[in-house]
């Protein structure tokens, strides 16, 4: 079975904190993504990676960075924590196809980080 | 124009009954992939079934089953004998041939679905 586990289920951080959110995966796969998912919203990209140290800007790259050091790692990080950064992150993971249209993502558990 | 509708904002449906979570998607692209994941209150969001533009056939994963109307470009979700451990929200993603640089989905804003005993 496909494992993707992330480094907390609940976070509680106050505004101007560096936050950090971790992920790993198991399946040794090339596509790790990091999304955010909001009531109303469904689930949108942060960022991706393909590769280890490659990232690519999602829609909505603004406030977060990511680092991809080792292939079955990605992490999350929030530089300055503000309250509309409030949400669920979701972390997910993919094997690189040759059919890229089929490639199934492998989600995480979530964090829910709520920003004070 | 928003890539990915779910006009269902929530459904409910009696125990044992099939129940239908509408889906409807917007792309120029000829190749494309649809999936439909199930997120329960947990949070983790599960993959439930995949269907490919070019498929001939509907996909069918168990008890779930997908209505593909490519002319209509809707891709509705089919759960048939609905179990009380079908309550959860359901989403419904693409991802574009064109947009395959990026790899990511594209989510619809998903439909909670509550199975009444």
């Known amino acids: 079975d496909v494992k993707v586990t992330q480094s907390s289920r609940y976070l509680v951080k106050r505004t101007g904190e560096k936050v950090f959110l971790e992920c790993v995966q198991d399946?040794?796969?090339?596509?790790m993504f990091w999304y955010r998912q909001d009531p109303g919203l469904g689930l949108r990209l942060i960022y991706f990676?393909?590769?280890?140290?490659?990232?690519e800007k999602g829609d909505i790259p603004e406030g977060y960075s990511v680092s991809r050091e080792k292939k079955e790692r990605f992490s999350l990080i929030l530089e300055s924590a503000s309250t509309n950064q409030t949400s669920m992150y979701l972390c997910?993971?993919?094997?690189?196809?040759?059919?890229?249209?089929?490639?199934?993502?492998?989600f995480g558990p979530g964090t829910r980080l709520l920003v004070l | 124009a928003q890539k990915i509708t779910q006009t269902q904002p929530g459904m409910f449906v009696q125990e044992k009954e099939a129940v239908t979570l509408d889906c409807t998607y917007d792309?120029?692209?000829?190749?494309?992939?649809l999936f439909w994941y199930k997120q329960p209150s947990s949070g983790e969001m599960i993959f439930l079934i995949y269907?490919?533009?070019?498929?001939?056939q509907n996909a069918t994963e168990g008890r779930y089953s997908l209505n593909f109307q490519k002319a209509r470009k809707s891709a509705n979700l089919v759960i048939s004998a609905s179990q009380l451990g079908d309550s959860a929200m359901y989403f419904c993603?693409?991802?574009?041939?064109?947009?395959?640089?990026?790899?990511?989905?594209?989510f619809g804003s998903g439909t909670r679905l509550q199975v009444q005993p």
């Open positions: 997910a993971s993919s094997f690189l196809s040759s059919s890229a249209v089929q490639e199934t993502q492998y």
């Open positions: 399946m040794d796969h090339e596509n």
């Open positions: 990676s393909y590769d280890v140290k490659m990232k």
């Open positions: 792309t120029s692209d000829p190749s494309y992939g």
């Open positions: 269907q490919g533009s070019y498929d001939q």
């Open positions: 993603a693409m991802r574009e041939a064109m947009g395959t640089g990026r790899r990511a989905l594209t």
